[in-house]
T-cell receptor
Framework: AQSVTQLDSQVPVFEEAPVELRCNYS??????LFWYVQYPNQGLQLLLK??????LVKGINGFEAEFNKSQTSFHLRKPSVHISDTAEYFCAVSEVVDSSYKLIFGSGTRLLVRP | DTAVSQTPKYLVTQMGNDKSIKCEQNLGHDTMYWYKQDSKKFLKIMFSYNNKELIINETVPNRFSPKSPDKAHLNLHINSLELGDSAVYFC??????????????FGPGTRLLVL
């Protein structure tokens, strides 16, 4: 079964600083990777996803992620964060289940942006 | 326009009671899901339905029973509520159930507190 590890439970950072949120997944023949964001008291929304092709994926709100097959990683980055980026970030991988699939989520990383 | 909606938003109830959470999506998607997010923010799938048919049924107590009257609705009924059922329950939808690359769209969540 697939698994996703987010090593950092919380990442504090000052406004306008760069940030990297780490994600590692268990290896598989083919893999689809996602980053979702959860703002306080809201549901999750997709930031970006890797399906195939270019290993650098750009998403919404200035976020990007790099797929690294050899290191089984899919780290999320932003060059300059805003206060409004304070949220919980979840990395996820698709896992095939019989004739369907499901998302396996990591434990989440809380990004705390300070002024 | 709300894409995925859930009612109620908050639910406070006593142990042993039976309660239901409703979910509706107006995206025209074929597949709907229920997730449970515990107090540590860990998110895990419970069920998925495709065109009213149960596709994924994770190891969830029998006290939890999903019901899909049509493909736009997926309700969750919980019998004999226990303290450990306290969590945030998210409904989600996606265009189909065979698309591991598909984005899932989440509702705002239902915060259940069992006293």
């Amino acid at each position: 079964a697939q698994s996703v590890t987010q090593l950092d439970s919380q990442v504090p950072v000052f406004e306008e600083a760069p940030v990297e949120l780490r994600c590692n997944y268990s290896s598989s023949v083919s893999v689809y990777l996602f980053w979702y964001v959860q703002y306080p008291n809201q549901g999750l929304q997709l930031l970006l996803k890797y399906l195939s092709g270019s290993t650098l994926v750009k998403g919404i709100n200035g976020f990007e992620a790099e797929f690294n097959k050899s290191q089984t990683s899919f780290h999320l980055r932003k060059p300059s964060v805003h206060i409004s980026d304070t949220a919980e970030y979840f990395c996820a991988v698709s896992e095939v289940v019989d004739s369907s699939y499901k998302l396996i989520f990591g434990s989440g990383t809380r990004l705390l942006v300070r002024p | 326009d709300t894409a995925v909606s859930q009612t109620p938003k908050y639910l406070v109830t006593q142990m042993g009671n039976d309660k239901s959470i409703k979910c509706e999506q107006n995206l025209g998607h074929d597949t709907m899901y229920w997730y449970k997010q515990d107090s540590k923010k860990f998110l895990k799938i419970m069920f998925s339905y495709n065109n009213k048919e149960l596709i994924i049924n994770e190891t969830v107590p029998n006290r939890f029973s999903p019901k899909s009257p049509d493909k736009a609705h997926l309700n969750l009924h919980i019998n004999s509520l226990e303290l450990g059922d306290s969590a945030v329950y998210f409904c989600a939808s996606s265009p189909s159930d065979w698309g591991p690359q598909e984005t899932q769209y989440f509702g705002p969540g239902t915060r259940l507190l069992v006293l």
